[in-house]
Protein backbone atom coordinates (compact mmCIF):
# COMPACT_ATOMS: atom_id res chain seq x y z
CA UNK A 1 0.00 0.00 0.00
CA UNK A 2 1.35 3.45 -0.95
CA UNK A 3 -0.04 6.02 1.15
CA UNK A 4 1.30 9.31 0.12
CA UNK A 5 0.67 12.36 2.54
CA UNK A 6 0.01 15.58 0.72
CA UNK A 7 0.67 18.62 2.64
CA UNK A 8 -1.41 21.55 1.72
CA UNK A 9 0.40 24.51 3.09
CA UNK A 10 3.52 23.66 0.68
CA UNK A 11 4.52 26.74 -0.80
CA UNK A 12 5.95 25.43 -4.24
CA UNK A 13 3.08 23.22 -4.57
CA UNK A 14 0.19 25.89 -4.15
CA UNK A 15 0.93 28.45 -6.78
CA UNK A 16 -2.45 30.92 -5.26
CA UNK A 17 -1.11 31.47 -2.08
CA UNK A 18 2.32 32.10 -2.71
CA UNK A 19 1.84 34.68 -5.49
CA UNK A 20 -0.57 36.46 -3.04
CA UNK A 21 2.14 36.20 -0.49
CA UNK A 22 5.02 37.02 -2.98
CA UNK A 23 2.64 40.17 -3.84
CA UNK A 24 1.99 41.40 -0.65
CA UNK A 25 5.72 41.19 0.12
CA UNK A 26 6.34 42.86 -2.82
CA UNK A 27 4.01 45.40 -1.82
CA UNK A 28 5.68 46.05 1.51
CA UNK A 29 9.58 46.19 0.08
CA UNK A 30 8.01 49.08 -2.40
CA UNK A 31 6.31 50.47 1.04
CA UNK A 32 9.35 50.78 2.82
CA UNK A 33 11.53 52.03 0.41
CA UNK A 34 9.14 54.85 -0.23
CA UNK A 35 8.41 55.69 3.25
CA UNK A 36 12.40 55.65 3.86
CA UNK A 37 13.35 57.71 0.78
CA UNK A 38 10.39 60.78 2.31
CA UNK A 39 12.51 60.70 5.78
CA UNK A 40 15.51 60.56 4.36
CA UNK A 41 14.45 63.49 2.24
CA UNK A 42 13.17 65.24 5.12
CA UNK A 43 15.96 64.45 6.85
CA UNK A 44 18.17 65.98 4.46
CA UNK A 45 15.79 68.73 3.39
CA UNK A 46 17.23 72.42 2.68
CA UNK A 47 17.13 74.37 5.60
CA UNK A 48 17.31 78.40 5.20
CA UNK A 49 19.76 80.36 6.47
CA UNK A 50 19.39 83.74 8.87
CA UNK A 51 19.36 86.27 6.35
CA UNK A 52 19.78 89.70 8.03
CA UNK A 53 18.35 92.65 6.16
CA UNK A 54 18.81 96.12 6.65
CA UNK A 55 15.95 98.10 7.73
CA UNK A 56 16.04 100.17 4.95
CA UNK A 57 15.09 97.51 2.20
CA UNK A 58 12.20 96.69 5.06
CA UNK A 59 8.47 96.72 3.45
CA UNK A 60 7.84 99.25 5.78
CA UNK A 61 11.61 100.71 5.87
CA UNK A 62 13.18 102.44 8.93
CA UNK A 63 15.18 105.45 8.31
CA UNK A 64 17.26 106.78 10.67
Known sequence: M???V???NDFTR???SSSRFLFYLKLACVLAFFLGGCYKLYEH???K???SVPESS???PKYK
Do not use: Q, S
Request: no cysteine; aromatic share 16%; hydrophobic share 20%.
Open 45 to 47: RYK
Open 14 to 16: DWV
Open 6 to 8: ENK
Open 49 to 51: PKV
Open 58 to 60: LYE
Open 2 to 4: DHT
